[in-house]
């Protein structure tokens, strides 16, 4: 990747596979944007996030209200690093608008950690009470239950975290 080259940084991972300690490397590169759902999220929606529903609703709000802005700040020229989930192909196909509308590149850094090492960590994230949300074994496995690696026939450019 040039370092001019105006780019659209995208994560898959499971809770706590490292995806918030990536975007924050990537989003420290100069002319970069970092934008964090889950702090959008606790600001916008306190005490709301209690369920996969919950979830759902909420971060589809923020996604249609956030669109257009990230598309803005892409074509403006700043290259964005989106520390939204991109777990599902229904996340990446909203994803895959926002780079194609913008007429930049793109990445998805596709984070491989097995379940044992994320629960591992999530235990020390909430053991920690830094992160805006907590989040039960139960609840991990909920969400885990509908992530879907990328597939190559989504045609991202995927680079391989493990």
Same mark, same amino acid.
């Given at each position: 990747?040039?370092?001019?080259?105006?780019? @659209?940084? @995208?994560?898959?991972?499971?809770?706590?596979?490292?995806?918030?300690?990536?975007?924050?490397? /990537? $989003?420290?590169?100069? &002319?970069?944007? /970092?934008?964090?759902? +889950?702090?959008?999220?606790?600001? @916008? #929606?306190? $005490?709301?996030?209690?369920?996969?529903?919950? #979830?759902?609703?909420?971060?589809?709000?923020?996604?249609?209200?956030?669109?257009?802005? /990230?598309?803005?700040?892409?074509?403006?020229? /700043?290259?964005?690093?989106?520390?939204?989930?991109?777990?599902?192909?229904?996340?990446?196909?909203?994803?895959?608008?926002?780079?194609?509308?913008?007429?930049?590149?793109?990445?998805?850094? #596709?984070?491989?950690?097995? +379940?044992?090492?994320?629960?591992?960590?999530?235990?020390?994230?909430?053991?920690?009470?830094?992160?805006?949300?907590?989040?039960?074994?139960?609840?991990?496995?909920?969400?885990?239950? #509908?992530?879907?690696?990328?597939?190559?026939?989504?045609?991202?450019?995927?680079? @391989? &975290?493990?």
């Amino acid at each position: 990747m040039c370092t001019n080259e105006v780019m @659209l940084h @995208l994560v898959c991972g499971k809770i706590a596979a490292g995806k918030s300690t990536l975007t924050a490397a /990537l $989003g420290a590169r100069p &002319h970069t944007i /970092l934008v964090r759902e +889950d702090r959008w999220l606790a600001r @916008l #929606y306190p $005490g709301e996030q209690n369920s996969l529903a919950d #979830y759902v609703r909420n971060s589809t709000r923020l996604r249609g209200a956030m669109g257009p802005h /990230l598309i803005a700040l892409l074509r403006a020229g /700043l290259s964005v690093v989106l520390d939204f989930p991109a777990n599902t192909p229904a996340s990446r196909a909203w994803m895959r608008t926002l780079f194609q509308d913008a007429g930049v590149a793109h990445q998805l850094h #596709y984070l491989d950690v097995p +379940d044992e090492i994320c629960k591992a960590r999530l235990r020390q994230r909430n053991a920690a009470g830094e992160h805006e949300f907590t989040v039960s074994d139960e609840q991990f496995d909920l969400f885990t239950s #509908y992530f879907v690696a990328p597939a190559p026939d989504e045609g991202f450019n995927v680079v @391989l &975290h493990r």
